[in-house]
């Protein structure tokens, strides 16, 4: 996830704070960064990290908060030896923008900062479809917010767009294949699954929303979805003004939808009010008491009107969210004080209870100068901040988010905690990028390597690793 981002005169908004490590990085080509020797002997061999950082920059142009270009980072490590790539997503925005050479694609967060100029663009937008230079049913998105893989495919996925199919080579490149089309309507307002082959189930249209509520994330436990309905929402209207077609609602409640995973209808869906609880990221959910209880294990947005053009003001507090499931009543309860976000787990327990989560700390957010790990099962009472393990990267050092890799993924008997954490980190005194590996088994997550970068990481977030049989098969 990318946030604020220098902008050009002509699109700035008065109140977006520009920081420089958030500068886009270039394009670099595949590159062996290290011989071996630093990666611990029991590393997974040959996996691929690959990372979505935040957006970089087309060359040509800046643009603001959220909206720019996909770029895909990777550490290839094999036989000793890791490869380093930088890599746009080609999205058709990209691909577009970049033969025209200029922005042509409106874009979703900042297209919209004032009538005369959010006119003007539209008027110039419009042209390009009459001219036939632009069609708006090829896409319009960035791929910039988030990787997965399933059946077999790695996608780039934002919100805006259909996901597009990116794939890692031998040599530790990284391609574009194209916009996945088979998951059409995967926008927003539906919920569905797609089964493991890979295909796209049924919809349950939830159309009873008054207002369209941004939905970044969402939890699954065993037998439900959740969903937040926060004070983040989608203001159509507010386009015509001029103005961001997302906002706040700081009247608005913030709910949580609860609906089994097999549901066919959106009548099957209920919702509590969870007053003061805007989730964006999500960590775990699991359920208690024979299935009557859904713990939920999010970060809570404080000072949410400052998530998209001040994240540096935001306090994000770790929380423990359980849900009564016959009663409908939700219970909270902070893991830590600290300014946590992007907690990540084991992914052997995900939608299963798990013991221990890591998670980056911002200061301020988006940049993240450490990591701690903290053990839930110190949160089912209140026995105050549940942090057992702390790594800062020292000073002026700041990272995104890490990554939890197993160090035996196949091994039903490894303890949840026997494996990696990894994240790119910027030394923003000495400009020097680091890939670094902690083990998280120890007791001060101690930094087991540290791989020299040829070139600045941005910070970046929801990015995935890959491992080599599921490389091979992409
Ligand atoms: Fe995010």
């Known amino acids: 996830m990318q946030f604020h981002r220098p902008s050009p005169p002509s699109l700035h908004r008065p109140k977006t704070r520009t920081l420089l490590e958030l500068l886009p990085c270039s394009r670099a080509f595949p590159h062996i960064v290290h011989g071996g020797g630093g990666l611990p002997s029991t590393f997974p061999k040959r996996g691929v990290h690959s990372q979505r950082s935040q957006p970089a920059i087309h060359p040509r142009r800046a643009i603001p908060s959220f909206d720019g270009d996909g770029m895909l980072h990777s550490i290839k490590i094999s036989e000793g030896k890791a490869t ?29 900062n004032g009538l005369p100029a959010s006119l003007a663009r539209c008027v110039v937008t419009l042209g ?54 088979h998951f059409a309507n995967l926008i927003i307002i539906h919920d569905f699954r797609i089964n493991a082959e890979g295909i796209k189930q049924p919809e349950v249209p939830i159309l009873s929303l008054k207002q369209a509520s941004f939905i970044h994330d969402f939890a699954v436990s065993e037998n439900y979805v959740i969903f937040p309905d926060t004070q983040i929402v989608i203001k159509p209207i507010d386009v015509v003004k001029g103005k961001s077609l997302v906002g706040i609602d700081s009247e608005k409640v913030p709910r949580l939808g609860v609906l089994s995973r097999c549901a066919e209808d959106e009548r099957e869906m209920w919702r509590v009010e969870v007053p003061g609880f805007n989730m964006v990221h999500t960590v775990n959910a699991w359920e208690e008491d024979g299935g009557d209880t859904i713990v939920v294990v999010a970060a809570n947005v404080l000072g949410v009107e400052n998530l998209l053009e001040r994240m540096d003001l935001i306090h994000t507090l770790m929380e423990r969210v359980e849900i009564n499931v016959k009663n409908r009543t939700v219970t909270r309860r902070p893991v830590s004080g600290r300014n946590l976000d992007f907690g990540i787990i084991n992914p052997g327990y995900f939608g299963k209870m798990n013991r221990y989560m890591y998670a980056p700390v911002g200061d301020p957010m988006p940049k993240m100068a450490g990591v701690v790990k903290i053990d839930l099962s110190l949160s089912t009472a209140n026995l105050g901040d549940c942090t057992v393990a702390t790594r800062l990267y020292g000073p002026y050092c700041y990272g995104g988010e890490p990554f939890f890799v197993p160090r035996e993924p196949d091994n039903p008997t490894a303890e949840e905690d026997d494996g ?51 490389l091979e098969n992409l």
């Not at 930088?86 to 050479?101: H, M, N, P």
């Not at 790695?154 to 919100?159: G, R, S």
């Not at 259909?162 to 490149?173: A, Q, R």
């Not at 000495?430 to 791989?451: C, G, H, M, R, W």
């Open 84 to 112: 380093f790539c930088s890599r746009f997503v080609k999205t058709y925005k990209y691909t577009l923008e970049d033969k025209i050479g200029s922005q042509v694609i409106l874009n979703v967060f900042s297209a919209f």
């Open 128 to 181: 390009l479809v009459i001219t036939g230079q632009y069609d708006p049913k090829r896409g319009i998105g960035c791929a910039n917010m988030s990787l997965a893989l399933f059946s077999g495919k790695l996608f780039a996925l934002a919100e805006s767009d259909l996901p597009y199919v990116v794939k890692l080579l031998c040599d530790g490149d990284v391609i574009t294949l194209g916009r996945h089309e």
């Open 420 to 470: 990696y954490l990894m994240a790119y980190v910027h030394n923003e005194s000495t400009e020097e990028s680091t890939f670094v590996v902690v083990d998280a088994k120890s007791l001060n997550l101690e930094i087991v390597a540290a791989v020299r970068l040829p070139q600045r990481v941005p910070y970046g977030f929801h990015g995935i690793f890959v491992r080599e049989r599921d």
